[in-house]
């Protein structure tokens, strides 16, 4: 039985030669973990962070790890792929989904909730460095924790004044937000100390450091 679907790629796993292991977020499935087949020709650009794509699902009796077949861009993402800055943001950002959303996770929403970001994220053409905050933010909103000034005061230190400026403003306005390197990466940190909080798991984003990086 083969269903067709559409999929945000979070990471991919390499399984010997000709297999990955894509962990993907879907509508139907919500977070979900499928293995596909690639060769040296497959165009390995379809698997990068936060890619749109969509394939067939073949569905197996005898084991959780469905096959994705006939896989395919759903939605070109130029405007990703040619930013470093960007690209960068979608390396930590598919981490983070992938590391709150357990498999088998299904949260009402949220694949259309996370493409309209990603989507929003390409055609962005300047002041998006505080893009990735504001997708913290309303991520959290998104499972549930509908954060307040109130709720976000213990994890916010020094930084209280911008955090509420940033609950305070539309999205758009929050992009505008002056902010030093310093200071985007402590409110990105503690936005993760307050999710973690929530879900009651520390939440390990490696690809912060690279972030971090970034905005010196």
């Not at 499935?29 to 794509?53: C, D, N, Q, Y």
């Not at 937000?177 to 985007?184: L, T």
Request: proline share 4%.
């Amino acid at each position: 039985m083969t269903h067709a679907s559409r999929f945000i790629v979070l990471s991919t796993t390499k399984v010997g030669d000709k297999s990955l292991v894509l962990h993907t977020l879907s509508p139907d499935w919500g977070r979900r973990s499928f293995i596909t087949s690639v060769s040296h020709k497959s165009p390995m650009a379809l698997f990068l962070p936060l890619s749109l794509i969509e394939g067939e699902v073949v569905e197996n009796t005898k084991s959780d790890l469905w096959r994705l077949k006939e896989i395919s861009s759903s939605t070109p993402l130029n405007g990703i792929r040619s930013n470093v800055h960007k690209n960068t943001m979608t390396l930590f950002l598919s981490e983070v989904l992938l590391r709150t959303l357990k498999d088998g996770a299904f949260e009402e929403g949220l694949f259309e909730w996370c493409r309209g970001n990603i989507l929003t994220l390409d055609a962005m053409e300047s002041d998006f460095s505080n893009f990735h905050l504001r997708f913290l933010l309303e991520f959290a909103g998104a499972l549930g924790f509908s954060p307040s000034i109130e709720d976000l005061m213990p994890f916010c230190g020094e930084h209280l004044d911008i955090v509420r400026h940033f609950l305070s403003c539309s999205a758009a306005e929050s992009m505008l937000i002056p902010m030093s390197g310093a200071q985007r990466n402590a409110v990105a940190s503690l936005f993760l100390d307050y999710i973690s909080y929530h879900i009651d798991s520390p939440l390990q984003i490696r690809s912060l450091s690279v972030l971090r990086e970034l905005y010196k």
